[in-house]
């Protein structure tokens, strides 16, 4: 009933499922690593793009609240939004 190599399509499943698990957790580390790289580098007159595609850039950051102060108009009519840093998806 029973023969001695039922174990190997099991050891190449289990490997299966470990690569798999592997290729998915590396990449999204270096992703959010490269992320919390970008938001530990901002600085004010930084040009950002937020999650809802506001280009602007950056005119004041308070860190107690984790806000940013965004410039998105133009010179001549200055529009200033508040954000949470959160929303900034990258530094352009």
């Known amino acids: 009933m029973f023969d001695g190599n039922n174990w190997i399509p099991l050891v190449i499943l289990g490997a299966f499922f470990v690569v798999m698990i592997v290729m998915t957790i590396i990449p999204q580390r270096k992703q959010k690593k490269q992320y919390q ?17 506001i280009i602007g850039t950056i005119k004041v950051i308070n860190a107690d609240t984790d806000r940013v102060t965004l410039d998105i108009g133009t010179e001549e009519n200055p529009v200033e939004i508040v954000v949470v840093k959160g929303a900034i998806r990258n530094k352009l």
């Open 37 to 53: 790289s970008m938001m530990d580098s901002l600085k004010v007159g930084d040009k950002v793009m937020t999650t809802a595609g």
